[in-house]
């Protein structure tokens, strides 16, 4: 498989769903959220992935936060269909009080590499956009959105806590068909905990059809563990559908 890849929000919501008819740590860096994070500094997370087709995957992540942003190792792996690939990559937000401007750089095995940029403004209610680009080497994407992207977001944060949010992703470069619209819920849980929705339209062309598909990601965060289950049909513009689930630790 080869890298079809993301970045961000909406501008106006109108546009995206006009223009829309799209885990582990990945080449774009997610849009900023205005709830603080766990502070322990590290994250480690492994995923397990299901193929319509019948194959398995694994993916493993160590992410370490600090004051230069996150810095993350990861491999992939899917004996069934011989893909293997080792990545690395940082992110980090830089908030110059009016605009939040977040970077992020990827290299992986098979000489692959990788940046984006995004930009976002507003505070309980925020706008941005953001571009991907890869180098267009061999890479298996797992963040399932195009990486070689345009982004657009909008959304609206609460004081306490909850948040929701769209985010238009348009493939750039090869795949231009391909678009992913996400619409994304977070609430607060007691004890500090948290549970999050990420609802996914995407259409895209797949063996010369054109295709539109729903898909959901559910995800449960404690303050030390988190679980997440995902279903992504016609996963990366294949004729793959995919079920999805990570289960990780903070330490």
């Known amino acids: 498989m080869i890298a079809i890849v993301n970045p961000v929000y909406l501008v106006f919501p109108l546009l995206a769903l006009f223009a829309q008819a799209s885990c582990s740590a ?3 860096a997610p849009p900023v959220d ?3 994070e766990n502070a322990l500094p590290y994250k480690f997370t492994v995923g397990s992935y299901k193929f319509s ?3 398995n995957a694994i993916d493993v992540n160590l992410r370490q936060t600090s004051m230069l942003g996150n810095i993350w190792i990861g491999y992939y792996e899917s004996k069934d269909r011989d893909e293997h ?3 690395a990559g940082w992110d980090q937000t830089f908030d110059f009080e009016k605009v939040r401007f977040s970077p992020s750089l990827q290299i992986a095995s098979q000489g692959f590499a990788a940046f984006s940029a995004q930009v ?3 505070q309980s209610w925020f706008v941005g956009a953001g571009i991907g680009r890869t180098n267009l080497r061999p890479y298996w994407n797992l963040n399932f959105d195009p990486n070689d992207s345009y982004t657009l977001s909008s959304g609206v944060r609460y004081e306490n806590g909850e948040s929701l949010s769209l985010m238009w992703v348009r ?3 090869q795949n231009p068909d391909q678009r992913h619209l996400h619409m994304l819920y977070r609430t607060p849980r007691p004890d500090g905990e948290r549970l999050t929705f990420d609802v996914l339209y995407k259409k895209g062309i797949v063996d010369d059809v054109l295709l539109d598909r729903w898909g959901l990601s559910v995800a449960y965060d404690w303050p030390k563990f988190f679980v997440r289950v995902a279903y992504d049909p016609i996963v990366n513009f294949t004729s793959d559908n995919m079920w999805r689930v990570a289960i990780g630790s903070r330490f």
């Open 85 to 87: 690939q080792g990545r």
């Open 53 to 55: 087709s019948g194959a």
């Open 171 to 173: 493939d750039n470069r």
């Open 34 to 36: 205005s709830v603080k």
């Open 120 to 122: 976002e403004t507003g």
């Open 26 to 28: 990945d080449i774009t």
